[in-house]
């Protein structure tokens, strides 16, 4: 069994009440611990609608935020400077969230596999 590192958006997708996505969380979490970086976090409070709070840190809080620590930062650093100068831009949360895949072990599961192009990276993709 794969452990997952969840992206922002199969959040969302769940958040908006999408099947497949609700499906996926569960059929998931039945079988182990679901794992968000302590960016995700960030990224889905701050699209957070009003109405939407308690339903949103119940999931939070439901899922195990990674932290950044240096070895995470200075992976995503030296990502995003990699990337850059083959023209690809990478962006801050979507590096740290990579890093945060690969520093743990973890698939990534997501709905913009694009975003992450990082060969190393486990990437399971969604929708």
Request: net charge negative; proline share 6%; aromatic share 8%.
């Amino acid at each position: 069994m794969a452990d997952y590192l969840l992206d922002s958006n199969i959040l969302i997708f769940h958040l908006r009440d999408n099947p497949e996505a609700t499906a996926l969380l569960a059929r998931w979490g039945a079988k182990g611990p679901l794992f968000i970086s302590v960016a995700t976090r960030t990224e889905i409070l701050a699209g957070m609608r009003p109405h939407e709070e308690e339903t949103t840190m119940a999931l939070l809080d439901s899922l195990i935020s990674l932290p950044v620590d240096e070895a995470i930062a200075d992976r995503a650093g030296r990502m995003i400077y990699q990337y850059a100068r083959q023209g690809i831009q990478f962006s801050f949360p979507d590096a740290v969230i990579a890093a945060t895949a690969l520093q743990h072990d973890l698939t990534l599961a997501t709905g913009n596999s694009k975003h992450f192009p990082v060969p190393d990276l486990r990437v399971h993709p969604f929708g």
